[in-house]
């Protein structure tokens, strides 16, 4: 099997454009799952991400100790109190279109993502929500195939080792394998990223950038991937946009970025070449091409 390249001709045609006439709520409703109080970096991050990629409205939703210091953070992103099982109610409201669960999570990572995963919604599992799980794929599997929507997993390679331990081939063939298994896109992260979809399609991560290797960028990530789900947009080319969109903002900081520029002013640029008019964008609208798998 082959290898796509992942880049604007593989999902341009799925990107959300906002109609001059639309609110918030049309644009879609993102929830994110807050860390614990000395642990809410990782999920404000997602959560930026998610309303800087275009998502309406985004909330964060945790124990109110923690959200007291989302609230010493956030102007944009809304905060609301409450358990897991409260966070599958809010996912059920039409405002919600998809939810973010696992970056910094915690002890409650395991109870929010089976809770989220039953709502039947778009969803990303990252970080602490796919170690939870490191015990039991098969029941991962289960509930990701019990509703037909996207559910995107965005594991490392440490994760992925934990998740699916037994495993081997080359990393195309091991993130296959997993979509495959479980019926999710998986997002195999890494210089070399792949992304693969349980139909068998897969797309190799070509523009990453050696700058990107810091911390909280893959929050950042599964923020971008969530908010693009948000607005409708397919889970593997939500996927792919999302990959590549991180991948391109990192390669025009450079040098000294942290996760923090990655929800800011180069991930507008970026966006405004993706939506200009199809005569000056300066990217191919023809089919992408394929490479060797590897």
């Given at each position: 099997?082959?290898?796509?390249?992942?880049?604007?001709?593989?999902?341009?045609?799925?990107?959300?454009?906002?109609?001059?006439?639309?609110?918030?709520?049309?644009?879609?409703?993102?929830?994110?799952?807050?860390?614990?109080?000395?642990?809410?970096?990782?999920?404000?991050?997602?959560?930026?991400?998610?309303?800087?990629?275009?998502?309406?409205?985004?909330?964060?939703?945790?124990?109110?100790?923690?959200?007291?210091?989302?609230?010493?953070?956030?102007?944009?992103?809304?905060?609301?109190?409450?358990?897991?099982?409260?966070?599958?109610?809010?996912?059920?409201?039409?405002?919600?279109?998809?939810?973010?669960?696992?970056?910094?999570?915690?002890?409650?990572?395991?109870?929010?993502?089976?809770?989220?995963?039953?709502?039947?919604?778009?969803?990303?599992?990252?970080?602490?929500?796919?170690?939870?799980?490191a015990t039991e794929p098969d029941h991962l599997a289960r509930l990701v195939r019990r509703q037909d929507?996207?559910?995107?997993?965005?594991?490392?390679?440490?994760?992925?080792?934990?998740?699916?331990?037994?495993?081997?081939?080359?990393?195309?063939?091991?993130?296959?394998?997993?979509?495959?298994?479980?019926?999710?896109?998986?997002?195999?992260?890494?210089?070399?990223?792949?992304?693969?979809?349980?139909?068998?399609?897969?797309?190799?991560?070509?523009?990453?950038?050696?700058?990107?290797?810091?911390?909280?960028?893959?929050?950042?990530?599964?923020?971008?991937?969530?908010?693009?789900?948000?607005?409708?947009?397919?889970?593997?080319?939500?996927?792919?946009?999302?990959?590549?969109?991180?991948?391109?903002?990192?390669?025009?900081?450079?040098?000294?970025?942290?996760?923090?520029?990655?929800?800011?002013?180069?991930?507008?640029?970026?966006?405004?070449?993706?939506?200009?008019?199809?005569?000056?964008?300066?990217?191919?609208?023809?089919?992408?091409?394929?490479?060797?798998?590897?």
């Amino acid at each position: 099997m082959t290898l796509l390249h992942n880049g604007p001709a593989l999902w341009r045609g799925r990107f959300p454009r906002p109609l001059r006439d639309t609110h918030k709520y049309a644009r879609g409703g993102v929830i994110v799952w807050s860390g614990p109080v000395l642990q809410t970096g990782a999920s404000r991050l997602a959560a930026l991400a998610a309303l800087r990629i275009g998502a309406g409205a985004v909330t964060l939703v945790g124990a109110r100790d923690a959200l007291l210091v989302q609230a010493a953070h956030v102007t944009a992103i809304m905060l609301a109190e409450d358990d897991a099982a409260a966070f599958a109610g809010r996912m059920q409201t039409d405002r919600v279109r998809a939810a973010c669960v696992g970056p910094a999570a915690g002890a409650a990572a395991f109870a929010v993502a089976v809770a989220a995963l039953q709502a039947g919604k778009p969803l990303v599992l990252d970080a602490d929500a796919l170690t939870a799980f490191a015990t039991e794929p098969d029941h991962l599997a289960r509930l990701v195939r019990r509703q037909d929507r996207a559910v995107v997993l965005t594991p490392h390679e440490g994760e992925f080792a934990r998740l699916f331990p037994d495993f081997a081939g080359s990393k195309a063939e091991r993130a296959r394998a997993a979509a495959a298994a479980t019926g999710a896109i998986v997002v195999l992260k890494g210089a070399d990223g792949i992304i693969a979809s349980p139909d068998g399609r897969a797309a190799v991560v070509g523009n990453a950038v050696p700058w990107l290797a810091t911390a909280g960028s893959g929050d950042v990530l599964a923020g971008f991937i969530t908010g693009l789900l948000a607005q409708g947009m397919p889970g593997f080319e939500a996927a792919c946009a999302g990959c590549w969109i991180h991948a391109e903002a990192g390669r025009r900081l450079g040098a000294g970025l942290i996760a923090d520029d990655l929800v800011g002013a180069a991930v507008c640029a970026v966006l405004a070449d993706l939506l200009a008019d199809s005569d000056s964008a300066p990217y191919s609208a023809t089919e992408p091409a394929a490479v060797p798998s590897r």
